[in-house]
């Protein structure tokens, strides 16, 4: 371990190989997005085949596993040996599955039990690691807290104006007040809601950013992430909402009878519409971004040649702009939305 990276050497045959799958260029790199795709237990820098060994050595960040099967088990990621080690810890043995990146109880030998789709049988103790996902969200929700901390006092210690580091941030966060907020929200009852509107932009836009780094985070690619703000935007909408807002949906103003009792059901659908177009959207953009600039990566690996390599350089870096352009259009999207749905919620009748 040097400098908090780990470098380990396993070999390439082993019985974490899928049987099902070829050893052709393509299939490895279909397996590397797919693997980039999944949460890991690990921060992978990069990789390489060691001609003199045969051997693959791997340079990574090793993360806390933390498991529960008959009590906890504490070690570091970096004694799975991507799944070529069985580590053992007061009498269990686990092992890491490659490919679905997800541990597994196994005997001495590490013996894996899979079914004909491939998908291993044995028993998964509870995980409650520190895997990448995690420990990226961590990192911003610091970074967020010293940043905006550090803000906050020197608007107190400076008479009202910020310097260093909050010079950049201080425009963003008026942008959001006068031109999200206050606009669909109102400038009555806009002040709720800025905390949120606040923490999520920065929140999904610095984990946008981080995305696009060598570290190769997909934390807004990851369902249950983009689920888990699209819900908080439901229940703050629905907990904060006044009458006129359920009037709207259960019994429409100035519609006949039969319409409402039509229209009530569709609306009160869209209540659940909304914010699932919210985790959709993101999810979707995110990971459509990650699988085409990894693909157009691989495309050099494959052609090979001057021409064709050059090329598919030059879209993944256009591509890679793009998704700078992409990683703050969402979080100004799901920003916006979540502040229009609040907005809808607190309107008031004459409105």
């Known amino acids: 371990m040097i400098f908090g990276l780990t470098i380990s050497a396993a070999p390439i045959d082993n019985d974490t190989k899928d049987p099902k799958k070829g050893g052709d260029l393509k299939t490895e790199i279909k397996e590397y997005i797919n693997h980039h795709l999944k949460d890991s237990h690990s921060y992978s820098i990069t990789s390489w085949i060691n001609e003199e060994t045969g051997k693959k050595v791997y340079i990574e960040i090793p993360l806390p596993v933390i498991l529960y099967d008959n009590g906890f088990h504490f070690f570091m990621s970096s004694a799975l040996k991507h799944g070529k080690k ?7 043995f686990f092992k890491l599955n ?5 541990i597994y109880k196994t005997n001495k030998e590490g013996v894996l039990d899979y079914n004909d789709d491939h998908h291993p049988l044995n028993a998964q103790p509870l995980d409650f690691s520190i895997t990448k996902n995690i420990a990226t969200i961590m990192l911003v929700a610091i970074l967020m807290f010293l940043l905006f ?5 020197s608007f107190t210690t400076n008479k009202g104006i910020s310097k ?9 966060i008026l942008y959001i007040r006068d ?12 002040k709720n809601y800025m905390s949120y509107l606040l923490t999520v932009f920065f929140f999904v836009w610095f984990l946008n950013m981080l995305g696009l780094t060598p570290l190769g985070v997909n934390v807004t ?21 006044n009458k006129n807002y359920w009037g709207h949906i259960f019994w429409m103003p100035g519609v006949p009878v039969f319409i409402k009792i039509v229209l009530a059901p569709i609306e009160l659908l869209g209540v659940f519409i909304k914010p699932f177009s919210l985790l959709i959207r993101l999810y979707a953009n995110i990971q459509a971004g990650h699988i085409v600039l990894y693909s ?13 390599s050059a090329l598919s350089f030059g879209l993944a870096f256009f591509i890679a702009i793009i998704e700078i352009l992409v990683a703050l259009l969402q979080a100004y999207i799901f920003t916006m939305l979540s502040a229009l749905y609040f907005g809808f919620a607190v309107a008031e009748e004459d409105h």
Do not use: C, Q
Not at 164 to 172: A, T
Not at 223 to 238: D, E, G, K, P, R
């Open 221 to 241: 690619g990851n369902i249950a992430v983009t689920f888990s703000l699209a819900l908080l935007t439901f229940l703050i909408t629905n907990f904060t909402a």
């Open 179 to 190: 031109e999200i907020a206050i606009p669909n929200i109102g400038e009555k009852k806009y």
């Open 149 to 153: 901390s550090g803000l906050a006092k």
């Open 86 to 92: 069985v580590v053992e810890s007061n009498g269990s």
């Open 164 to 172: 260093g580091v909050g010079r950049f941030f201080e425009p963003i």
């Open 98 to 102: 490659y490919h679905d990146s997800k």
């Open 296 to 308: 157009l990566i691989g495309l050099m690996f494959i052609f090979k040649a001057w021409f064709g």
